[in-house]
């Protein structure tokens, strides 16, 4: 069974205070990982898909990166505005279909 | 460009009652998505359908829950009858094709009393 763990729960830090979030895994044929935000009240936002071991994608204040067993989501800097809950989800395909498996999330606090 | 859309955006109803949820995706998106979300979890899909088939529906409680998409754009998941544990944020998501990145509408937020 495919299993995605997000590491830690919950994470405050001080406006500026850089940080990592991360994101292990154990699927059987790893097709993409992805990360999530998803602000209280609303939809997750796509933010990244990674597909190979070694990639990295930049946007804004947040880098992520992966590796075989597991994925970082890299904060520099951050902003109050960056609060929210960060979700990992990897994609399986099989019998047809296409899957995304979710993590529980990490929920992120940046304090001014 | 227009997101997924979602109606209604919250609903509170007694246990055994029925309950329906809609969706309008992204235009010119074939495959959608419904997944549940309870406080505190990842979403999980429930069902994934292309264009009006139906591609997944493993995690779907088939006794009480139901969906279908006619036409190949909207969709709407019902469910009947409601039980307590049903209560959680029900997503829908749209991508173009079955491997391509999903976006998410705002959800529709259920508790069942």
């Known amino acids: 069974e495919d299993q995605v763990t997000q590491s830690p729960e919950a994470l405050r830090l001080q406006e500026g205070e850089s940080s990592s979030l991360n994101c292990s895994y154990t699927?059987?044929?790893?097709?993409?990982l992805f990360w999530y935000r998803q602000d209280p009240g609303k939809g997750p936002e796509f933010l990244f898909t990674l597909y190979s071991a070694g990639e990295e994608k930049e946007k804004e204040r947040l880098k992520a990166t992966l590796t075989k067993k597991e994925s970082f989501l890299h904060i520099t800097a951050p902003k109050p505005e960056d609060s929210a809950t960060y979700l990992c989800?990897?994609?399986?395909?099989?019998?047809?279909?296409?899957?995304?498996?979710f993590g529980k999330g990490t929920k992120l606090s940046v304090i001014p | 460009e227009a997101g997924v859309a979602q109606s209604p955006r919250y609903k509170i109803i007694e246990k055994r009652q029925s309950v329906a949820f809609w969706c309008n995706p992204i235009s010119g998106h074939a495959t959608l998505y419904w997944y549940q979300q309870i406080l505190g979890q990842g979403p999980k899909l429930l069902i994934q359908?292309?264009?009006?088939?139906?591609?997944?529906d493993s995690q779907l409680p088939k006794d009480r829950f139901s969906a279908e998409r006619l036409k190949g754009v909207d969709s709407t998941l019902k469910i009947q009858p409601a039980k307590l544990e049903d209560s959680a944020v029900y997503l829908c998501?749209?991508?173009?094709?079955?491997?391509?990145?999903?976006?998410f509408g705002p959800g529709t937020r259920l508790l069942v009393l």
């Open positions: 998501a749209s991508s173009l094709d079955r491997a391509g990145t999903q976006y």
């Open positions: 989800a990897v994609g399986t395909s099989g019998a047809g279909s296409y899957q995304l498996t």
């Open positions: 699927v059987s044929g790893l097709r993409g």
């Open positions: 359908f292309q264009n009006n088939g139906v591609v997944d």
